[in-house]
T-cell receptor
Framework: KAGVTQTPRYLIKTRGQQVTLSCSPI?????VSWYQQTPGQGLQFLFE???????NKGNFPGRFSGRQFSNSRSEMNVSTLELGDSALYLC????????????FGSGTQLSVL | GENVEQHPSTLSVQEGDSAVIKCTYS??????FPWYKQELGKGPQLIID?????GEKKDQRIAVTLNKTAKHFSLHITETQPEDSAVYFC????????????FGKGITLSVRP
């Protein structure tokens, strides 16, 4: 069974640009969660999608948004990039909605210059 | 909200020795406690989890113990091997459909050959 796939692996953007990250969950998983990982703040929850609907949201500004498609694939978008958005963005999938038994992808490393 | 703290921040052990990593949490309503292992260049991988109605859980060389009264839980790794070297994250949540994980900042475990 293929694991969680995130693309692209690396991204370099400049301030003010926007970016879209993609996540393909494990086959059969209907929940996709996104986390931001930085050396200073650790892993922080962004949002969770289940059956194409956002079910839960963390404490991030509205510049961070996402969506989920009917095949459970998810995208995350960050608009008007700031230097502080530089981070590893991790996607996790699970069979059920919620926080249990999350399977993480390898992440997208975003650098904002 | 929930606050999860890990200590120590780094741990070095000799191959074959045991390692113990401790975490504390603040929200007494939390009832799900997973541990994740993150190797360089990869996303976190769930290695063991425990619910609040269980005091201890074992899986081969790994065990987790939970003390609800003191609000702390620990990861125990016996007979450590070089491949156990990684960053270990503890997390806590109120298990359920709208739950989200709150992670500790992580501990870097180094196993010396």
């Amino acid at each position: 069974k293929a694991g969680v796939t995130q693309t692209p692996r690396y991204l370099i953007k400049t301030r003010g640009q926007q970016v879209t990250l993609s996540c393909s969950p494990i086959s059969g998983h209907r929940s996709v969660s996104w986390y931001q990982q930085t050396p200073g703040q650790g892993l922080q929850f962004l949002f969770e999608y289940f059956s194409e609907t956002q079910r839960n949201k963390g404490n991030f500004p509205g510049r961070f948004s996402g969506r989920q498609f009917s095949n459970s694939r998810s995208e995350m978008n960050v608009s008007t990039l700031e230097l502080g958005d530089s981070a590893l963005y991790l996607c996790a999938s699970s069979f059920k909605q919620g926080s249990e038994k999350l399977f993480f992808g390898s992440g997208t490393q975003l650098s904002v210059l | 909200g929930e606050n999860v703290e890990q200590h120590p921040s780094t741990l070095s052990v000799q191959e074959g020795d045991s390692a113990v990593i401790k975490c504390t949490y603040s929200d007494s309503a939390s009832n799900y406690f997973p541990w994740y292992k993150q190797e360089l260049g990869k996303g976190p991988q769930l290695i063991i989890d425990i619910r609040s109605n269980v005091g201890e859980k074992k899986d081969q060389r790994i065990a987790v113990t939970l003390n609800k009264t003191a609000k702390h839980f620990s990861l125990h790794i016996t007979e450590t091997q070089p491949e156990d070297s990684a960053v270990y994250f503890c997390a806590a949540s109120k298990a359920g459909a709208n739950s989200k994980l709150t992670f500790g900042k992580g501990i870097t475990l180094s196993v010396r050959p």
